[in-house]
């Protein structure tokens, strides 16, 4: 059993940047892939980034690559996500996950609650 808070939500201009964290509960946490999902209203949970075990491998959704790093740090039990050149589109709620290697909300199996990331043009 996981049990995930995101932190570091908020509003910006579009332009700007934000550090999404995740705290894991659990002694297993090293033995998950974590990855990121957000949701705008209206649409369906996406795929943003996603990070292997030990984190030495990192994967991303195209509409972020070069904009947004995943990191995590296995002493701490957290996962980060560091958001850079953020656009309106990206207003959403964002998700922390854990779960087994994939790019699908069907691939985790443990959710944070969300935070909310606004970005104004």
């Known amino acids: 059993q996981v049990q995930l808070v995101e932190s570091g939500g908020g509003s910006v201009q579009a332009g700007g940047s934000l550090r999404l964290s995740c705290a894991a509960s659990g002694r297993t946490f090293s033995s998950y892939v974590m990855g990121w999902f957000r949701q705008a209203p209206g649409k369906e949970r996406e795929y943003v980034a996603r990070?292997?075990?030990?984190?030495?491998?990192?994967y991303y959704a195209e509409s972020v690559k070069g904009r947004f790093t995943i990191s995590r740090d296995n002493d701490k039990n957290t996962v980060s996500l560091q958001m850079n050149s953020l656009k309106p589109e990206g207003t959403a709620v964002y998700y922390c996950a854990a779960g087994r290697f994939g790019r699908t909300t069907s691939d985790y199996a443990y959710w944070g609650q969300g935070t909310q990331v606004t970005v104004s043009s």
């Open positions: 990070i292997s075990c030990s984190g030495d491998n990192t």
